[in-house]
């Protein structure tokens, strides 16, 4: 399932020729006292991947707020603290997807260094996220290296002193989001995982060139394609939480400063994208790169 991928922290990432000037797209739109730049990201990438430039440099020095999609507590307690306790009730990890899928996913489970028996008792959905963790980790992608986890240092410590960071979301209604999924689509998931799994690096090399090169198009086109991600599933992970966006930051303008907003690409790309809803409301949101 190639949206899934895309959707979690990115996914997946991979180390390949990018272009000779990385130039990922962004976009702005304000009033008199208000500007927000819009900036897509990719949140793992592969280590010195090179992506930022002397444009974004410059947003950099005159934005006073960052605003990402959620805070990423440093402290694993506190992440745990977050996931849902063990079920020794669920049925096993490999009854949960077709017969043709069980294979790669044993797989799957024992090349992350895993058995079966510790995601038994975990949700459909947190074994998907362990096993996609391991997947990550065999490519090379490094959430270390990802755009928001180099963006906020630059707005904790600085030659003016700390500026704000925000976030649009925490990471407990984040999470919410997959819990309160149902176990058929949970289910879906992690078989999409599975069966994609194969096709995982060369999907996101085109998915980091097209970024990389600033082609929302090529982004939306993916994401369009892409039948797994059903209208159910298309409804609450991208479209519900683009018009919650959109709401802020709409509401953003009424208070004065430069704000850079970073969110996955995906985001930012095709007919439900935040751009797109903020015109629909009478927006007005120019690319400048």
């Known amino acids: 399932m190639k949206w899934f991928r895309r959707l979690t922290a990115a996914l997946l990432s991979l180390i390949l ?24 990201t990719i949140h793992a990438l592969p280590a010195n991947f090179q992506w930022r430039d002397a444009k974004l440099e410059k947003v950099l020095e005159s ?76 490519i090379g992608a490094e959430r270390g290296a990802g755009v928001e986890q180099n963006l906020t240092p630059v707005f904790e410590s600085g030659v003016s002193g700390p500026r704000k960071i925000e976030a649009l979301e925490t990471a407990a209604s984040q999470l919410k989001l ?49 039948e797994d991600l059903t209208p159910h599933l298309r409804e609450v992970l991208l479209k519900k939480r683009n018009e919650a966006w959109t709401v802020w930051l709409k509401d953003r303008l009424d208070k004065p400063g430069t704000v850079l907003v970073a969110v996955g690409a995906g985001h930012l790309a095709g007919p439900m994208s935040v751009q797109s809803m903020l015109a629909a409301q009478g927006v007005k949101v120019e690319r400048v790169r």
Request: glycine letters at 6%.
């Open 178 to 226: 997959f819990e309160d999924l149902s176990e058929a689509d949970q289910r879906e998931l992690l078989a999409g995982l599975v069966d994609g799994s194969g096709d995982a690096k060369r999907d996101y090399a085109k998915m980091l060139k097209a970024w990389a090169s600033g082609d929302d198009k090529a982004i939306a086109k993916s994401f369009a394609k892409d």
């Open 63 to 138: 934005a006073d707020t960052l605003v990402i999609e959620t805070m990423i507590d440093k402290d694993p307690a506190a992440i745990a603290k977050l996931m849902p306790p063990p079920d020794p009730t669920l049925p096993p990890i490999l009854d949960r997807v077709p017969a043709k899928s069980r294979p790669p996913l044993a797989a799957m489970i024992a090349k992350a260094g895993l058995s079966p028996a510790q995601l038994d008792p975990m949700p459909t959905w947190q074994a998907a996220f362990y096993l996609m963790g391991a997947m990550m980790r065999d």
């Open 17 to 40: 020729a990018a272009p000779a000037a990385a130039s990922p797209a962004m976009w702005k739109f304000g009033d008199a006292d208000t500007t927000i730049y819009l900036y897509g």
